[in-house]
């Protein structure tokens, strides 16, 4: 079993950049993809940014450009770098792993999440 812990969240002003990290811990052998998700108030949680199994990422049509994922693997650690912050960028983060090689953006697909860290972008 793989447990997930995320940090990095904040409040900043629109324009800005945060840097999220989710440490990952226990049986991390089965963790082929990671995934970054968000949640807004009143919202469905979507994806964000995903890292596949062999190495490939993909990202939200409206973070493209602005976040990048990436992976330290020996400190266990995910990433999503966040530039350009916009006040719609304001959410709960949630990281996610899943033992397939190929996740996307299908919640169903990841059985692992963090408690989340919040964002919080002001204009």
């Known amino acids: 079993q793989v447990q997930l812990v995320e940090s990095g969240g904040g409040s900043v002003q629109a324009g800005g950049s945060l840097r999220l990290a989710c440490v990952a811990s226990?049986?991390?052998?089965?963790?082929?993809?990671m995934g970054w998700f968000r949640q807004a108030p009143g919202k469905e949680r979507e994806g964000v940014a995903v890292?596949?199994?062999?190495?490939?990422?993909s990202y939200a049509n409206s973070v493209k450009g602005r976040f990048t994922i990436s992976k330290d693997n020996a400190k266990n650690t995910l990433y999503l770098q966040m530039n350009g912050l916009k006040p719609e960028d304001t959410a709960m983060y949630y990281c996610?792993?899943?033992?397939?090689?190929?996740?996307?953006?299908?919640?169903?697909?990841?059985?692992?999440w963090g408690q989340g860290t919040e964002v919080t972008v002001s204009s």
């Open positions: 996610a792993t899943g033992d397939s090689w190929y996740c996307g953006f299908f919640t169903r697909k990841y059985n692992a």
């Open positions: 226990g049986d991390t052998r089965s963790s082929n993809c």
């Open positions: 890292l596949e199994g062999d190495g490939s990422t």
